[in-house]
């Protein structure tokens, strides 16, 4: 059979000791997929819907769901020496990994692309910030989310205030919204700031920085999230199918010894009986 008894309670411990730290990373992922879902989607109405922290939040909360429950058939298929069980746990394992090694590679080599789609989607949602259109709500949250993103992050439009310019707000004017203004040049009251973005003499006191960078960053702090996840996955992940594996050959073997000496039992006994099933 190729393991000797030690070798295969050996096998055994450490598979239920990597299934139980898998099944541990199931719960985790699937904690930190409800906080993104509730604390951290703060500028996700302006985000790319395939980059959005929302994206993020579902990834982590449908793979810790599948984790968590395949984790328990791994051990079940081994504590019963249930083939099919066994199988399954193979399947949905490599499955897991073919999923995570190709969203690990996107993450890495597809930065440079997340950074120009953020651009043309931020510039496209300025362009749907005009609260003139009271009864349409989607547009008066984008421009509510421009100004707490701005007021949060110290910045201003996408490259530059420039980019307010002439805007869906304000077409025939250079206005910046004053979320833009900062208030280290204003006085402690609220109202000193208001209208600050349509008086010409206050562009020195404008953010000159634009959201860009700063959002990029922002928002791929959840990619870096996902990364953990995947390589501490794919590693536990590669080790339970190695062990896996091991252990099904090992059970496939002693099934095998079993139904032998069973039908060597069966053809020995002197009433003629067959005991193949005992």
Partial sequence: MGLNIWDIK???KIFFGANAIFWLLGWASLAVGIWLYIEQN??????PSSYSAM???????STGLMVIIVAVVGCLGVWKHSSLLSISYFCVVCLLIGIQLITGIMGTFYEDAVRNRVKYALISTINKTNTNTAKNYPINKIA???????EALHCCGVEGYRDWF???RWRKNEFVPDSCCDPQYFSDSGDAMTSCGKNAKNQERWFKEGCKEHFTDWLLQHTTIIRFFTIAFLIVEIILLILGIRLYR???AKDK???TVEYRQGRNDPDGNCNLLQ
């Fill in 144 to 150: 509510i989310t421009w100004d707490e993103m701005q």
């Fill in 166 to 168: 002439h805007s869906a």
């Fill in 250 to 252: 090992y059970m496939k």
């Fill in 55 to 61: 994206s993020a939040a579902g990834l982590c909360i």
């Fill in 42 to 47: 703060s500028y996700s109405l302006l985000a």
């Fill in 10 to 12: 050996l096998n055994k």
């Fill in 257 to 259: 010894e079993r139904y």
